[in-house]
């Protein structure tokens, strides 16, 4: 029921060793008839969590009244990536329709109802371009061409709602007055950042220096250090605050603008910039003339996030709650900031955002206005069944971000995760299941009861350095688990196998040690038909070998025994019929591999059509019957006869997982598709 990392096998031929005995094929008995037993597929909804799915890249607030907006981009219910915008009346985060299928990365808002959007570069080589424009009545899009196809526009300041001006990649200026843009000579140097008061006045940070425009052409103020200008905001014409810092980013100094005085020090707040998406977060000022800088203090390992605010001259500073994520924007309005803090993880970066709003020590997180979807890289990759009716599946959202659901086949809920890396899961009747993994680096389970999720001290001996639990299989609420681990030392590692009674661990080891997890081509997978009868699958590459080797460890009363089954296959999952009679899927190279072990305790290939496969799951139903599923085939059904098994294919293709509750209720997916058979 698990994907595990395939290491390529070049040998043409496997050599069959140990336990693994040739083919024997058989007409099945009357008792399995397969005209009878055929299941009937249907698709039916995945088994995924669902998440929020907005990224803030900027926010723009009205110089006066409540509101604030932020745009930037997030993913539509069919997987791509659009543009969002949220707006905020003072109490709460609204979304809204946006005419666009890019993200958005600049806003500018010069009333409550109206703002002008900028769309993300879109490298296509043409001139076309686009700006999102709200109004009392909505966002609408406006065409446009720039000059070069090489011209991206990447900052919009507002004035007014006829009146913004635009600056590009290479010094291109514009004004758009509500309806078209109109361009203006260049700049003396590039421009990184602007802010706008009036048609007549507007301040822009020009690299080493300050920029500035009278309505007619542009003036500049060359810095006297080594420092450049990282940010600028104005609240009256020539009255702004400036962000400058040194060569490395570091070391931020405001500059006052004043009507008397062009572009002074403002003292020093101390600490370092907090850096979004455009560069450093620097000055935002509100309508009344109160500025704000955003910024680190502290050691930078863990650094303190601090807005120093300045009033009439004065500096205060308060800091702000830690987010769990990363500052993105800030934008100010008289008497709140927000600011933007946008979540990730470590497989598809950015996964969604929140707003600390406040001003002085008085923050609040809130969320957005944002409609939960499946993220890129959101799977389930194992279930069971325990019952027709009910099922327990675990994935990961996003790639990373683990999760477990509960459904009917059809329709899915989510329940809190057991544990952040998540393996395998197995329950005994509904609402009674075990997850396993680890947690902290340490192997590690986690028991559902009442609807609860306890997790269990983890399995510590004092050889252990580290390891997971990759296989469980429980009858009743006696659970066995199998694991690979990492020897102190960093000696090799190995597989474990292991138990919990009377409230400790019972664990074992077994074979020899291999390098890495890596060299694991199969991990541990287990399946206990009785609580003294149980078997365990995994495959390896050996210290000094080019090709996999397989083994077997059975459990028969209170031993476990090691046994070599063969080089140059893998095996991937196994599960019992009874308590003599296993099978296991894999691959052997890339034909599959589907193997049955007897009673007398030997493992035979059973017979398949599809040659091009690998099959990484099986669910059997009843003593006589088991379904493997794997990728380059159907759906493959075993009867068991009085000769031995016999395959057929019997359902969709493709598919990573098969969990059955019964001879007619089955449930099979893969990370596009989900389907219950019947």
């Known amino acids: 029921m698990r994907l ?11 050599a069959l060793l140990g336990g693994v005995l040739p083919a024997v094929a058989g007409p099945a008995g009357p008792e399995v008839d397969a005209r009878t037993r055929t299941l009937e597929w249907t698709r039916t909804n995945d088994p995924v969590a669902l998440r929020p799915s907005t990224v803030a890249r900027d926010i723009g607030c009205s110089p006066t009244g409540a509101a604030c907006v932020i745009v930037g981009q997030r993913t539509d219910p069919a ?35 109206d703002c002008v959007a900028l769309e993300e570069p879109r490298d296509d080589g043409g001139l076309a371009r686009r700006l999102v424009v709200r109004s009392a009545a909505g966002w609408r899009s406006v065409s446009f061409d720039v000059p070069l196809g090489t011209t991206e526009v990447v900052t919009v300041s507002c004035a007014s709602a006829t009146w913004c001006l635009l600056t590009g990649t290479s010094r291109e200026v514009a004004v758009f007055d509500g309806s078209t843009v109109r361009w203006l000579p260049r700049t003396i140097t590039g421009v990184s950042a602007v802010s706008c008061t009036s048609p007549t006045y507007c301040a822009a940070a020009g690299g080493t220096g300050f920029l500035e425009w009278d309505g007619t052409r542009w003036s500049a103020t060359v810095l006297d250090d080594a420092g450049y200008v990282a940010d600028v905001d104005c609240w009256a014409d020539h009255r702004c605050m400036a962000l400058v810092v040194d060569q490395g980013g570091n070391s931020p100094s405001p500059y006052l603008r004043t009507p008397q005085v062009a572009w002074a020090p403002a003292g020093r707040p101390g600490g370092r910039p907090v850096y979004g998406d455009a560069g450093a977060l620097g000055a935002e000022c509100d309508s009344t003339g109160t500025c704000h800088l955003l910024h680190l203090v502290g050691p930078r390992r863990s650094p303190v996030l601090r807005l120093s605010t300045w009033t009439a001259g004065t500096w205060s500073a308060h800091e702000l709650p830690r987010p769990d994520g990363t500052v993105s924007a800030l934008a100010c309005r008289p008497g709140e900031c927000v600011v933007a803090v946008v979540h990730s993880n470590d497989y598809v970066g950015w996964t969604h955002s929140s707003a600390l709003h406040g001003t002085g020590s008085q923050w609040t997180e809130r969320e957005l206005d944002d409609a939960l979807v499946r993220l890129p890289e959101t799977a389930a990759h194992e279930a069971t069944c325990p019952a027709r009716g009910w099922c327990l599946a675990i994935g990961y959202s996003g790639g990373a971000d683990a999760y477990v659901v509960r459904g009917d086949g059809d329709d899915w809920q989510e329940l809190p995760a057991a544990l952040a890396d998540q393996r395998d899961l197995d329950c005994w009747r509904p609402g009674e299941c075990v997850v396993v993994g680890s947690e902290g680096r340490r192997p590690r389970s986690a028991l559902l009861r009442d609807g609860r999720w306890r997790v269990l001290p983890a399995v510590s001996p004092k050889w252990l350095a580290r390891g997971a639990i990759t296989g469980v299989a429980c009858v009743g609420d006696r659970c066995t688990y199998s694991g690979h681990y990492q020897a102190r030392n960093r000696a090799g590692t190995g597989v474990f196998v292991a138990r919990r009674a009377a409230g400790r ?3 074992q080891r077994l074979g020899a040690l291999v390098e890495s997890e890596d060299a694991f081509t199969g991990r541990p997978s287990m399946d206990c038909p009785t609580a003294s009868r149980c078997v365990v699958v995994t495959s390896m590459v050996l210290t000094g070998d080019q090709e996999p080797t397989s083994f077997e460890a059975a459990l028969v009363g209170e031993r476990w025994r090691w046994t070599r089954l063969g080089t140059g296959f893998s095996l991937f999952e196994v599960d019992c019929a009874d308590a003599e009679h296993c099978v296991a899927g894999g691959e052997d190279g890339r034909p599959g591999l589907i193997l049955a072990r007897d009673a007398a305790g030997a493992w ?75």
């Not at 003072?90 to 409550?112: M, R």
């Not at 099986?618 to 016999?646: D, F, K, M, N």
């Open 79 to 113: 997987g791509a990536r659009v543009a969002a915008a949220q707006r905020w009346d003072g109490s709460a985060w609204t979304a809204e329709a946006v005419p666009s299928d890019t993200g958005l990365v600049d806003v500018s808002c010069s009333t409550v109802t």
């Open 604 to 678: 035979r290939p059973v017979p398949f059509r599809t040659r091009n496969a690998g099959f990484y799951s099986v669910s059997c139903t009843s003593t006589r019957e088991c379904y493997v599923a794997g990728i380059g085939s159907p759906v493959v059904r075993l009867s068991r006869g009085p000769t031995g098994w016999r395959s057929r294919g019997s359902g969709p293709r493709d598919m990573t997982d098969v969990a059955c509750s019964g001879p007619r209720s089955c449930l099979a997916f893969n990370p596009d598709e989900t389907w219950v058979g019947r």
């Open 505 to 507: 661990w019972r664990v």
């Open 4 to 14: 595990t990392r395939i290491i390529p096998v070049a040998a043409a031929t496997v």
